[in-house]
């Protein structure tokens, strides 16, 4: 990728509406996985936890080849994006608390699953959010 079209990238990305849950997340992803080097894999299966907000760290947990050759990595995520990612935290919080939303630990999730318990449910986010045709899955106790 150029670095036109990076810097093209990052400056939309600070012109977006932080309560635009949808497009901070997309931004936010993108340029996780430009400035850490992330596969698709590792950042489907990222923690928040895995993000250190204070040393501004990401540990690279579940890396390519990881049955076998792969090793986790921890990798640093340039100041240009730290705004972004403490922006896409606030607004994933806020997501989960509007939602109801228990038990969700990633970082991102592409598939929506519904599970519907009494007074709770599980909700990840649907493919329409990403661009992608819609496919629900319903789980029910």
């Keep these: 990728m150029s670095d036109e079209v990076y810097g093209m990238i990052l400056e939309k990305s600070k012109t977006i509406d932080p309560t635009d849950f949808n497009k901070v997340r997309a931004y936010t992803l993108v340029l996780m996985c430009i400035n850490t080097g992330t596969r ?3 950042i ?5 936890r895995d993000l250190d907000t ?7 947990i579940h890396v390519k080849g990881e049955a076998t050759y792969g090793q986790p990595r921890e990798v640093p995520i ?4 730290h705004q972004l990612i403490l922006t896409y935290l606030m607004a994933r919080q806020k997501w989960v608390v509007d939602n109801s939303v228990i038990l969700i630990m ?3 999730k592409s598939l929506r699953i519904t599970a519907h318990w009494p007074g709770n449910k599980i909700l990840w986010p649907r493919p329409s959010d990403m661009g992608i045709p819609s496919a629900t ?5």
Aim: hydrophobic fraction near 40%; glycine fraction near 0%.
């Design 44 to 48: 489907r299966f990222a923690e928040v």
């Design 106 to 108: 990633s970082l991102c």
């Design 40 to 42: 698709n894999k590792e």
């Design 137 to 141: 899955t319903h789980l029910t106790t």
């Design 78 to 81: 340039p100041p240009e994006i």
């Design 54 to 60: 204070m040393s501004w760290l990401f540990d690279i």
